[in-house]
């Protein structure tokens, strides 16, 4: 029987099998520096393991925390210059959720289908929202602009403000509006409502605007710097991602 003699040099062959190797291997924490991600407001005190099978511990979207995370980088869309991170909530932080992706590209940044329950911090301060809901949430930013954007977000609150009585959640369905993103969430009734406005560079406005039905509430809230308007008493807090 006649072998058949491989053309391939040994050098060049070793070569190959060297580059797929670290390919397979390169870190997660490289891929993420290199793709920008905490440039679009993704952070995390570590990035540890490949990044095809990687964790992201501690990870934050500006205050929001989001636990520790599994992260992977998908291959397809690299082939059209775009990094794209797939994340899942990693099984020992069970009281938070997440489930979506991330993208990055050189003229701008995504998140495709994100599901997920977590705790806003100080987002919407200073009412007591203890909660976000992500129900498919996608947001298209291009050179600053917000271009798409879909899905729904409910907002879970506990307590009062002021002596106000708060109703048990707020919610609405995203879209662009302008440059911005904006995510508007109103109460059942419609008393109470919050329209959070994102710009691409990662600033911020939201907007809360109370309907009291009781007037011995009205000079608690004058005194936490709402204003009175058409709508009811309103109070704008700006911040950064």
Same mark, same amino acid.
């Given at each position: 029987?006649?072998?058949?003699?491989?053309?391939?040099?040994?050098?060049?062959?070793?070569?190959?099998?060297?580059? #797929?190797?670290?390919?397979?291997?390169?870190?997660?924490?490289?891929?993420?520096? @290199?793709? *920008?991600?905490? =440039?679009? *407001?993704?952070?995390?005190?570590?990035?540890?393991?490949?990044?095809?099978?990687? $964790?992201?511990?501690?990870?934050?979207?500006?205050? %929001?925390?989001?636990? =520790?995370?599994?992260?992977?980088? !998908?291959?397809?869309?690299?082939?059209?210059?775009?990094?794209?991170?797939?994340? =899942? !909530?990693?099984?020992?932080?069970?009281?938070?959720? @997440?489930?979506?992706? %991330?993208?990055?590209?050189?003229?701008?940044?995504?998140?495709?289908?994100?599901?997920?329950?977590?705790?806003?911090?100080?987002?919407?301060?200073?009412?007591?929202?203890?909660?976000?809901?992500?129900?498919?949430?996608?947001?298209?930013? =291009?050179?600053?602009?917000?271009?798409?954007?879909?899905?729904?977000?409910?907002?879970? #609150?506990?307590?009062?403000?002021?002596?106000?009585?708060?109703? $048990?959640?707020?919610?609405?369905?995203?879209?662009?509006?302008?440059?911005?993103?904006?995510?508007?969430?109103? !109460? $059942?009734?419609?008393?109470?409502?919050?329209? @959070?406005?994102?710009?691409?560079?990662?600033?911020?406005?939201?907007?809360?605007?109370?309907?009291?039905?009781?007037?011995?509430?009205?000079?608690?809230?004058?005194?936490?710097?709402?204003?009175? *308007?058409?709508?009811?008493?309103?109070?704008?807090?700006?911040?950064?991602?």
């Amino acid at each position: 029987m006649r072998r058949i003699r491989l053309a391939t040099a040994r050098p060049a062959l070793f070569g190959a099998m060297l580059a #797929l190797a670290l390919l397979l291997f390169v870190p997660l924490r490289l891929i993420l520096g @290199l793709a *920008g991600v905490g =440039d679009a *407001g993704l952070t995390a005190r570590a990035a540890v393991g490949s990044v095809w099978a990687g $964790q992201l511990r501690d990870a934050r979207f500006g205050d %929001v925390a989001l636990g =520790d995370l599994d992260a992977h980088l !998908s291959p397809w869309p690299l082939v059209l210059g775009r990094a794209r991170i797939e994340l =899942d !909530s990693h099984a020992d932080t069970p009281a938070l959720a @997440l489930h979506g992706a %991330v993208g990055v590209s050189r003229s701008g940044v995504r998140a495709d289908d994100l599901t997920a329950t977590i705790a806003p911090g100080r987002l919407f301060a200073p009412l007591p929202v203890t909660a976000l809901a992500l129900d498919a949430v996608s947001v298209r930013f =291009d050179d600053g602009t917000c271009t798409a954007a879909e899905g729904r977000i409910r907002a879970t #609150l506990a307590g009062d403000f002021a002596g106000v009585a708060l109703p $048990q959640s707020l919610s609405g369905a995203i879209r662009c509006e302008g440059k911005a993103l904006l995510i508007p969430l109103a !109460s $059942q009734a419609g008393a109470e409502h919050v329209d @959070l406005r994102i710009e691409g560079d990662s600033n911020y406005r939201a907007t809360v605007t109370l309907q009291p039905a009781d007037p011995a509430a009205l000079s608690r809230l004058a005194a936490l710097g709402f204003v009175e *308007g058409a709508g009811g008493y309103t109070l704008s807090v700006e911040g950064r991602f």
